[in-house]
């Protein structure tokens, strides 16, 4: 392997410590202080790496090392350091940290590039907390105004502007749109192909898209008890059966679309009063445009079938999304070059999670490096790999970055 196994291994157990949680996971939702302390400690590596710290407006990092043709686009990896609520140790910090690792062995081997590399690690890719996911590779490559990101709140009010200027991160370099010579992001698939069919890593060539909705329904609050059911507008009733039947439609699309409501609220809660108004979300992917607009259709189509019946009021947001992406053949091959060097086996996929690869790729030639995680299993505090994919994940990001950073 060209890199150094134990030492990507500690800083990947050290980062595992911060925000971790009691269940082996990590809490790190993005401009938290958790987030602030992940990004401090890789600001200190960077720092002790010899990489020139530049930090935007939307607080994305790039740690970037000199080339030979210093202006030059540069080569890029990385991923994120947030994670969703009582995530993953290896979703996202895998990226950033085996690309630290990459620069750290192109340092020992004294190896100059003809383009300068950049570590990136990009703020909230994953969303919860402020909706949309990939908001500061989605600032960055254009498809999000930074306007629009500054104003997004959380569950409590806070404004992203604000939490990210408390945690000292709002850099003044523009997030904006800047040529990109080439992007790789290593990641754990998240999925379950790579370890059903025993195979080492993924190149991964393409990404699907996806849509984020907030539905709202609103009836009538009332007393359970003398209100006869014919009389009610029961948001709750409303809501359940239009979540049933969102359950129905991947089922109508394509054996590999996917919808799910990960989100849900209702008021007043109470276990003797008719709900009157719930909002649930919809994540729904795939990489067919036109299935996403049918599956949108469909979703609205059940949402105010449903609300008929119970003659509710409804709203249905949009809170964000991306269109599926079809990754660079050039980017792509370096990574496959990569396996066959080493001997890695290999098959090429799409990948159904959401990666600022998306929006990198809409600047530069873009490819991703996925390997197994255990059962397949992420955003769960169980996510857990062997080491040895890690190792393999960070050797083939290594040797494709140097690829992309000599092209
Ligand atoms: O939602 C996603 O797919 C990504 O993990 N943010
Ligand atoms: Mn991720
Ligand atoms: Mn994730």
Redesign the pocket.
Known sequence: MLINPDRFRQSMEEMARVGATKGGGVNRLTLSDADKQARDLFAGWADGAGLELRIDEMGNMFARRAGRENDAPPAMAGSHLDS?PNGGRF?GSLGVLAALEAVRTLNDKNISTRRPVEIVNWTN???PRFPP??MGSGVFAGAIPLESAYEAKDAEGARFIDELERIGYRGDAPCTPRPVGSYLELHIE?GPALVSEGVQVGVVEGIFG?TWLRVTMKGERDHAGPTPMHMRRDALVGAARTIAAIREIPGKLHPEFVATVGEFSLSPNAINVIPDDVTFSV?F?HSDPDLLREARKLIEEATHREAEKENLEIEIQDVGGSTPTAFDANAARAVRSACEESGYSHRSMWS????DARYAADLGPTAMIFVPCVAGK??SEEEDMDWEDAYRGCDVLARGLLKMADS
């Open positions: 969703v979703d890719e994953e969303g996911s990939m998240q996806l994540d992917r159904a999670a959401g990666h992420s955003h």
